[in-house]
């Protein structure tokens, strides 16, 4: 195989940066660089493949939907989603647990961000379920595992990356594609959160006075509409994805600074600053994973992954079992959006000459991503939900065995009933 010495030099200096702990942005740019350089193929590639990755009107999304996340992260919005999801679950055994669970999906329809749904969240229930008489281990646990439905559902920003890097699959129907398997998740951490708050005896939430379901109601809807912006500005066809970001931008300049007031106008600077930091990490991973799949489509490197898939066995059962497997161990070492970025052109030709479609398998891999946020060494979400816990990483880690394996077992459900993610799409966008 011609390629073989290039393929070698590729897979090589990639694990050495990465064992260096270079960022995985320059990681992705250098082993390019330097597969190029023994090629003989001029440097200028590299630029130029970087500036064409950014170079997209639909990236756009992205800085929208963060500095809209942003926006509601930094105000009382989730203590009001928290006072909403009381209304339906906090009166059951363990109930502040299940609260936890409904109030994630709901933060999670506004932020579309796990890190911000345990950062804001967890902030407020952890705190709270100690103080009822919850474990630590099991607050943090039940906080970092619900948080993974923020990158599910809508508008969850790295369904967009998904979308760029296979290509252009419809972000639409990716919204509409994970709305059932978040259901299906929540519902999931919810019984398993109920067995467990069983188990060890804890106490019956209080129920919501009836004299503050009027204003519960009405700050929840009024936080909640966020999504329903978004989504339905998409769906109508009224606004792009990308209308749609900057919309949600505004209402929630509006509501967080005008309605609720929770935070000073002279506070907006932080929170630009706060968007800026990450929209430019987003970016440049963007730019430079843009590059390395430039590299592998040149050395043919999805096509060899394919046929090697294939020759293991052409059951797409058995297949997709192995891809599954495959992305669970790598969301041990590796974050997220890296993973979708370098994952996406490699299996996403793999599943597709099995008849699976893009917008499932969309959904398996995103999924199987934000697992991997809960997993150390690199679970970012499980370090956030550690600190607001004060718990270690080794005690939290233990508790959330129970919601790994449940995550785990929703995966397989969805992996194995593609109507679970294409039933909505299908219904609403038609074929």
């Not at 099995?354 to 398996?364: Q, Y």
Request: charged content about 10%.
């Amino acid at each position: 195989m011609s390629n073989a010495p290039a393929i070698a030099i590729l897979l090589i200096s990639f694990v050495v940066l990465i064992v260096l702990r270079f960022p995985i942005s320059i990681t992705l740019a250098g082993s390019t660089l330097i597969t190029l350089i023994y090629l003989d193929i001029p440097w200028v590639v590299v630029g130029q493949r970087m500036i064409q990755g950014i170079n997209s009107f639909p990236l756009l999304t992205i800085p929208f939907f963060i500095l809209a996340g942003q926006i509601m992260s930094a105000g009382g919005m989730a203590l009001r989603l928290v006072n909403l999801a009381q209304l339906f679950v906090g009166a059951v055994r363990g109930g502040l647990a299940m609260v936890n669970c409904v109030a994630c999906m709901f933060f999670g329809n506004i932020s579309g961000s796990a890190v911000a749904d345990v950062s804001s969240i967890g902030s407020v229930l952890i705190p709270a379920m100690k103080k009822k008489g919850y474990d630590a281990d099991y607050a943090v646990a039940v906080t970092t595992s619900a948080s993974i439905q923020g990158v599910v559902v809508p508008p969850s920003h790295n369904l967009v990356l998904y979308s760029i890097a296979a290509g252009g699959v419809s972000i639409s129907g990716l919204f509409l594609g994970g709305i059932v398997p978040g259901l299906c998740l929540m519902f999931t951490l919810m019984a398993v959160s109920y067995v467990i708050a069983v188990k060890r005896g804890y106490a019956k939430g209080e129920p919501v006075k009836w004299a503050d379901v009027p204003k519960i109601v009405r700050d929840g809807f009024l936080s909640l509409l966020t999504g329903v912006i978004i989504l339905g500005g998409i769906l109508s066809g009224w606004f792009t994805a990308t209308e749609s970001g900057a919309m949600a931008c505004a209402y929630a300049f509006i509501l967080t600074f005008f309605v609720y007031r929770d935070v000073p106008l002279k506070d907006f600077y932080l929170i630009l600053k706060r968007t800026f930091r990450t929209v430019a990490m987003v970016l440049f991973l963007i730019a430079a994973s843009d590059a390395f799949g430039w590299i592998l489509a040149y050395l043919k490197i999805p096509s060899l992954v394919t046929d090697l898939f294939l020759h293991i066995s052409s059951n797409p059962i058995v297949i997709l079992l192995l891809i599954n497997v495959l992305l669970l161990l790598l969301g041990f070492p590796m974050d997220m959006a890296p993973m979708i970025l370098i994952m996406t052109p490699i299996l996403l030709p793999v599943v597709t000459s099995l008849g699976v479609d893009p917008v499932h398998f969309g959904i398996i891999l995103i999924l199987n991503c934000g697992i991997g946020l809960i997993t150390p060494p690199v679970g970012t979400v499980l370090f956030v939900g550690c600190a607001i816990g004060r718990v270690s990483v080794d005690q939290a880690t233990k508790a959330s065995w129970p919601f790994f394996i449940a995550m785990c077992a929703v995966l397989m459900l969805i992996t194995y009933i593609p109507s679970i993610s294409l039933w909505l799409p299908h219904l609403i966008n038609g074929g």
